[in-house]
Each structure stands twice: as C-alpha cells, then as structure tokens.
C-alpha cells in the first residue's frame, strides 16, 4: 500500500524567509509523487511532480523539490516566501496508471509580513 | 475550457435525505474520483473510475455510490444522509494517476 507523510500540520515563515514542507512517502515500487496548492475556497491545482525523469523538480510560482529514494523524501522547498505563497500544500502519490492517488494530511503555510 | 465542473456549490441536507452531487470534465480523461476535505485529514478517497463502466471504493466508501456510465460525468450519490458527511467534496479527473489531476471547486455539504 502506499502512503504519504506530512508533519505538522502548519508552517509559519517571514516573508523572504526559506519556505520548506517536509513530505516522506512509502511505497512498494517506485512511485510518482506530487505537490498540489489549495487556496482559499478553491479547489487544488499542482505545483509539480516528480516521474522519475529528474530528482530534482522545479515547479510553478518558484517552488521546487527534490526526490531522495534513500530518505523516501519528497520535500518542497521555496529560496524566499511571500505573502501570496500562504495556502495549504499537499503531497500525494501514486504508483502507477491506474493506481489510486493518495494525498497527505496537508500543510497550512502562513506567511508573516 | 470548463475543465471540471462541480454542481452544487453548497448543500443544506437533512438527516436521511439522499442527493447526488455531480461532476462532469470535458478533457476526456479516462480516471476521475471523489475526495471529501475535513480539518485535519486532508483529502481522503471515496470511490474512483479508470473508465465509463468501471469503478472501485476508495478508503471511505461506507454511505456512497457512483457509477460511470459516461466519460465526462462521475455523479457521487449520498444514499441516506449523515451529520458525518458534513464536509467538503472534491471531484478530480486525469488522464491517468501518473499525470495531472484537475481538481473542481469543491461542494460545501452540510447534514443537519
């Protein structure tokens, strides 16, 4: 089975500040990985994904994240937050096509001025 | 492009009414689900489809039926309401699991 881990459930960073949600991830063959964005009242829309082609991955708005096999890590990084960047972030999986896809519990990151 | 569209946007039930929140995409993705949001828990899976005519429970099915008798539309049906499906719903469709999943806007669903 697979499944997703996200600790702690809210981040808060300055503005300007190094944004980094942790997400570590299990999974039995090698997985496909996710970051999607929630903003208030909206739905979700992605951020990035990993499919093996790179480990390393960069995504919109200036977040990245980096796959690391040995740690089962999938975490998501931002060099420096702004305001707008305050949302909830979730990480999710999947294992193949027609696999389910599982999210995390998600991050609320809030930004301070 | 409407990508996909969630109907109704909220919802007032009472205990042991039934209702059927819809979801149709117009991307012709093969996989849709249905996820329902609480505090705390993040997304959780009720029912998904890799298809018109195929569909399996997620990890929350208990209370809920689908079918998918069309590729656009994946309709999730609350056969007798309960104040633990107070919730937010979110429909989703892809191509497969392994690419992008386009999310709708959400039904805001209230049991009293």
């Known amino acids: 089975a697979q499944s997703v881990t996200q600790l702690g459930s809210h981040v808060s960073v300055s503005e300007g500040a190094l944004v980094l949600l942790r997400c570590n991830y299990s999974s039995s063959v090698p997985p496909y990985l996710f970051w999607y964005v929630q903003y208030p009242n909206q739905g979700l829309q992605l951020l990035l994904k990993y499919t093996s082609a790179a480990t390393l991955v960069k995504g919109i708005n200036g977040f990245e994240a980096e796959f690391k096999k040995s740690e089962t890590s999938f975490h998501l990084t931002k060099p420096s937050a702004h305001m707008r960047d305050a949302a909830e972030y979730f990480c999710a999986v999947s294992t193949g096509a027609n696999s389910k896809l599982t999210f995390g519990k998600g991050i609320t990151l809030s930004v301070r001025p | 492009n409407a990508g996909v569209t969630q109907t109704p946007k909220f919802q007032v039930l009472k205990t042991g009414q039934s209702m059927t929140l819809q979801c149709a995409q117009d991307?012709?993705?093969?996989?849709m689900s249905w996820y329902r949001q609480d505090p705390g828990m993040g997304l959780r899976l009720i029912h998904y489809s890799v298809g018109a005519g195929i569909t399996d429970q997620g990890e929350v099915p208990n209370g809920y039926n689908v079918s998918r008798s069309t590729t656009e539309d994946f309709p999730l049906r609350l056969l007798s309401a309960a104040p633990s499906q107070t919730s937010v719903y979110f429909c989703?469709?892809?191509?497969?699991?392994?690419?992008?999943?386009?999310f709708g806007q959400g039904t805001r669903l209230t049991v009293v």
């Open positions: 991307m012709n993705h093969e996989y």
């Open positions: 989703a469709s892809s191509s497969t699991t392994t690419t992008e999943a386009f």
